[in-house]
């Protein structure tokens, strides 16, 4: 079974920064792209950035500039580094790993998600 295990959530001042860690435990294939998504009341789940096991990243244009994801492959862990936020990125935030092996159909895992608010 695979667990992901979110940590770094918090209240900021907006302007401020916060980092968000991830660590994936489990068997998963090495195939696999990680990131995080966010969700804000009312709101649907939104990609907020991504990165694939040979470092290429995807971000949201409304965090781009500001936000920076990371990953370990040997720890399997990832990391979210958030600048200059605002309050518009007060959501809960959730880890992702997306696998894609060659055996078997892709398959989400999701982390149980950590509360991120900005005020203002």
């Known amino acids: 079974q695979v667990q992901l295990v979110e940590s770094g959530g918090g209240l900021v001042q907006a302007g401020g920064s916060l980092r968000l860690s991830c660590a994936a435990s489990?068997?998963?294939?090495?195939?696999?792209?990680m990131g995080w998504y966010r969700q804000a009341p009312g709101k649907q789940r939104e990609l907020v950035a991504t990165v694939s096991i040979g470092a290429v990243t995807n971000y949201a244009d409304s965090v781009k500039g500001r936000f920076t994801i990371s990953r370990d492959n040997a720890k399997s862990t990832v990391a979210l580094q958030m600048n200059d936020l605002k309050s518009e990125d007060t959501a809960v935030y959730y880890c992702n790993l997306h696998q894609t092996p060659a055996w078997a159909n892709p398959r989400d895992y999701w982390g149980q998600g950590t509360q991120v608010t900005i005020s203002s």
């Open positions: 489990g068997r998963f294939s090495s195939s696999n792209v």
